[in-house]
């Protein structure tokens, strides 16, 4: 959210990254980003803020996981691949949807992350962000990371 953004009406953060007026807006403005472009694999967040990103990385061919809700799986993220699933991408990422059609996957079955979009319920001037207070997100990454995913560069 900019400074002008707003929950959508009904939509407080009690618990939850809140859905928010422009949040389309907020994707496309992501994707004419150099690092969104030059990204095949990203992470998202299951939230419906994010649904906007992960359709439009679907479209664009690009591999999606997202985090089984609270990670609490054995196999902590949905892989979704556009190449292997067959549908629209918005109801594809779609977090009712991608529990039902996309596999869920081990960390050491994951490929390298090359950009993380993290939902934030605020963020500072300063790139500090506050979350829904669960740390979820916060695991995500360190799982990623302690696996070499994510914060790496990959050597050929």
């Not at 959210?1 to 949040?23: E, K, L, N, S």
């Not at 994707?27 to 998202?44: E, F």
């Given at each position: ?50 649904l906007p990103v992960r359709a ?54 994951m490929q390298a992350i090359e ?42």
């Open positions: 959210m900019g400074p002008t953004a707003a929950p959508r009406r009904g939509q407080y953060p009690h618990g939850r990254i809140p859905d928010f007026v422009g949040a389309a807006a907020t994707a496309q403005r992501l994707a004419a980003l150099p690092a969104w472009r030059q990204a095949h694999v990203i992470k998202a967040n299951p939230d419906q803020a994010q439009r990385a679907l479209r664009k061919g690009k591999l999606v996981y997202m985090a089984v809700p609270k990670l609490a799986d054995p196999l902590p993220f949905f892989r979704l691949d556009p190449a292997e699933l067959d549908g629209e991408p918005e109801a594809l990422a779609a977090h009712r949807t991608v529990t039902t059609v996309a596999p869920e996957v081990a960390v050491s079955d950009l993380v979009v993290c939902g934030s319920v605020a963020v500072n001037l300063a790139g500090v962000r506050i979350g829904k207070g669960a740390g979820y997100s916060d695991i995500e990454v360190g799982l990623l990371s302690q696996a070499r995913l994510i914060g790496h560069r990959q050597r050929s």
